[in-house]
T-cell receptor, first 110, second 113 residues
């Protein structure tokens, strides 16, 4: 079974803090993705990566950055968290055009 | 720009009913269409994936159809059970290599016992 894990299920941070969300997959997938999910908006792609040290902007990259130093790990970074970044963050990995999702991290920024 | 719409936004049915969830997309240039299930506060579980060359896929009580030319898919759930209560999301794979998923906002399903 494909396993995608995320470092935290729930996270509470303060405005202006630097926040790291970690995602690890164990299936040697080339592709990894970060989404955020908000009520009524569905999932929106923030960033994705085709390979180690490669990254591409998704539909809503503003306010975020990513890091992929190892194939199995993809990190999402909020350089200076803001209240409008309160959301559910979902990581996915995959090969070709199929993706497998982690359990999500619910981030609250106060 | 690809847009995915799901109708209805919410649905409440008594146990045992057969039901249909609808998904439409604006650009027919897709690699596949996938239906996911999401339980409250949890991640996504893939239910069915239909490649662009296929018309339907079945898994147990679930059947998904795809009409690429008209930009529509349906998820049919037979003999619904309370355990089917969840949010159902539809996503199309598009982009240059088909690895970009565009999601609908989901249908919240409640099956009453």
């Amino acid at each position: 079974d494909v396993k995608v894990t995320q470092s935290s299920r729930y996270l509470v941070k303060r405005t202006g803090e630097k926040v790291f969300l970690e995602c690890v997959q164990d299936m040697d997938h080339e592709n990894m993705f970060w989404y955020r999910q908000d009520p009524g908006l569905g999932l929106r792609l923030i960033y994705f990566s085709y390979d180690v040290k490669m990254k591409e902007k998704g539909d809503i990259p503003e306010g975020y950055s990513v890091s992929r130093e190892k194939k199995e790990r993809f990190s999402l970074i909020l350089e200076s968290a803001s209240t409008n970044q309160t959301s559910m963050y979902l990581c996915a990995s995959g090969r070709g055009n199929e993706q497998f999702f982690g359990p999500g991290t619910r981030l609250t920024v106060l | 720009k690809q847009e995915v719409t799901q109708i209805p936004a919410a649905l409440s049915v008594p146990e045992g009913e057969n039901l249909v969830l609808n998904c439409s997309f604006t650009d027919s240039a897709i690699y596949n269409l996938q239906w996911f299930r999401q339980d409250p506060g949890k991640g996504l579980t893939s239910l069915l994936l239909i490649q662009s060359s296929q018309r339907e896929q079945t898994s147990g009580r679930l059947n998904a159809s795809l009409d690429k030319s008209s930009g529509r898919s349906t998820l049919y759930i037979a003999a619904s059970q309370p355990g089917d209560s969840a949010t159902y999301l539809c996503a199309v794979a598009c982009g240059e290599y088909g690895n970009k998923l565009v999601f609908g906002a989901g249908t919240i399903l409640r099956v009453k016992s």
